[in-house]
């Protein structure tokens, strides 16, 4: 099984981070791990290129990016809250899945074969300091939509609220949280949701 840990902090070590790496050790085989913080990924320009080809025509770091989402069984993706959404750069990647949705809704190319297994699935952990109702909205919509794309199921999720300073995380139980989350994600043998 391969699994693909995705750290969308802009932050070294942050709270997001250090629950992405107790997610992957609960998951009890290697992940493969790439920081979007030290990738150089442009911003989707609309130019709309991709729209008769169903590629995309930027070159940089994100062609291996898709390849490694193409290739996993199981993908983990973390990241802090900025203003309601995800970071910047994070938010660059998702945005550059757009021509996997052109390929999967416009052309009706089909997608990547689900690597070993015949369901992908992708867990989301994020960490927000504020304490507001609807703080992970916005994000969730953006996360599960950027996994429908690479025919990914979006499987399960980690949200916590109310922590702001590197390291606070470790001081509630969220780290053994996401051991379980990790670990409930790789499982060989899951049941279809309904």
């Given at each position: 099984?391969?699994?693909?840990?995705?750290?969308?902090?802009p932050?070294k070590?942050?709270?997001?981070?250090?629950?992405l790496?107790?997610?992957?050790?609960?998951?009890?085989?290697?992940?493969?791990k790439?920081?979007?913080r030290?990738?150089?990924?442009?911003?989707?320009?609309g130019?709309?290129?991709?729209?008769?080809?169903?590629?995309?025509?930027?070159?940089?770091?994100?062609?291996?990016l898709?390849?490694k989402?193409e290739?996993?069984?199981?993908?983990?993706?973390?990241?802090?809250?900025?203003?309601?959404?995800?970071?910047?750069?994070?938010?660059?990647m998702?945005?550059?899945?757009?021509?996997y949705w052109?390929?999967?809704?416009?052309?009706?190319s089909?997608?990547?074969?689900?690597?070993?297994?015949?369901?992908?699935?992708?867990?989301?952990?994020?960490?927000?300091?504020?304490?507001?109702?609807?703080?992970?909205?916005?994000?969730?919509?953006?996360?599960?939509?950027?996994?429908?794309?690479?025919?990914i199921?979006?499987?399960?999720?980690?949200?916590?609220?109310?922590?702001?300073n590197?390291g606070?995380?470790?001081?509630?139980?969220?780290p053994?949280?996401?051991?379980?989350?990790?670990?409930?994600?790789?499982?060989?043998?899951?049941p279809?949701?309904?």
């Open positions: 099984m391969k699994l693909l840990a995705i750290y969308g902090s932050r070590d942050g709270n997001s981070d250090i629950l790496d107790e997610a992957w050790k609960g998951a009890g085989i290697t992940a493969e790439v920081y979007i030290d990738l150089d990924i442009k911003p989707c320009t130019c709309r290129s991709c729209d008769s080809t169903g590629k995309c025509i930027i070159s940089d770091d994100m062609a291996q898709y390849k989402i290739e996993a069984d199981r993908i983990i993706l973390s990241s802090p809250i900025f203003f309601y959404g995800l970071p910047g750069k994070l938010k660059g998702a945005d550059r899945a757009q021509c052109v390929r999967k809704y416009k052309l009706k089909g997608q990547p074969r689900a690597g070993k297994f015949d369901r992908k699935l992708g867990s989301f952990i994020c960490v927000g300091a504020t304490a507001g109702e609807k703080l992970f909205d916005g994000v969730k919509l953006t996360v599960k939509y950027f996994y429908d794309v690479f025919n199921e979006y499987f399960s999720e980690l949200l916590v609220r109310k922590v702001d590197k606070d995380i470790l001081a509630t139980n969220s053994k949280e996401a051991q379980e989350l990790g670990r409930k994600l790789c499982e060989p043998v899951h279809s949701h309904s």
